[in-house]
Structure formats: structure tokens, C-alpha cells
């Protein structure tokens, strides 16, 4: 109960954690059909609270990338959407490699083996 009272008083910051377990939701958006090709995986991305979080206040992401990825701090605003982008493309690679999803060329479309 505390931990709301923070939230709705403002007094505490939420971020997203979406990138810990980003493969998973990209996968479940790609079933669900709302992800179909790249141009709609990097849309569905910008219409996150991830993606809100990260534009607001990147020092905290950052942080995370740096530590898991190794990827400087202080990113300007286009290095941002590139290292999505290629975030991306590697977890669509990832599920492709698994057999999770089939992709034509150039990802111009993806869909689920589900």
C-alpha cells in the first residue's frame, strides 16, 4: 500500500522495465498480429512507456545498456531510436533463428509459426 501512496502522490519515479523481457513481448505482439513487419515492430515500440521513459529520462536505460550491452552513456536523441532499431532487428533474428517466427526478406513481413 505504501508503495502506491508514492506513485499517486508523485513522489516516486516509475520506469519502464520492458527491456528486460523485450523479446517476449515483441513475440506476443508478432501472434497477436499488431507486429507484422519492422516499420510496425519500431511503431509499436514508439508507442510504449518504454519508449516515453527512455526519450524523458535515458540516464536510467542508458545505464542498463551500458551494462548489459556495453553501449556508451549519453546517447543523443538518433542514436537512441538506432540502437532500438537494432535492438529490434536482433530479436527479431533471435526468434527468427528459434523458429518462433518466419520473416520474408528484409523483415518486410514477420509472422508467428504459432
Given at each position: 500500500?505504501i508503495?502506491y501512496k ?6 516516486t519515479v516509475?520506469?519502464s522495465?520492458?527491456?528486460e ?5 515483441l513475440?506476443?505482439?508478432i501472434s497477436?498480429?499488431t507486429?507484422y ?15 516515453v521513459?527512455v526519450k524523458?529520462?535515458?540516464q536510467v536505460?542508458q545505464?542498463?545498456?551500458y551494462q548489459?550491452y556495453?553501449i556508451p552513456?549519453?546517447l543523443?536523441?538518433s ?8 535492438k529490434?532487428?536482433?530479436?527479431v533474428?533471435?526468434?527468427k533463428?528459434?523458429?518462433?517466427i518466419v520473416?520474408?526478406e528484409?523483415?518486410?513481413g514477420?509472422?508467428?509459426?504459432i
Open positions: 500500500m508503495q508514492g506513485i499517486t502522490s508523485y513522489s516509475v520506469e522495465t520492458l527491456s523481457k523485450m523479446a517476449e513481448h513475440n506476443a505482439e497477436l498480429g507486429i513487419n519492422m516499420r510496425a515492430a519500431i511503431q509499436w515500440m514508439q508507442s510504449t512507456f518504454y519508449y521513459r524523458k529520462n535515458p536505460q545505464s542498463y545498456w548489459h556495453k552513456s549519453l543523443t536523441t542514436q537512441i531510436d538506432e540502437f532500438i532499431e537494432k529490434l532487428t536482433g530479436i533474428k533471435k526468434l533463428d528459434n523458429e518462433l520473416c520474408e528484409k523483415g518486410e514477420i509472422c508467428s509459426t
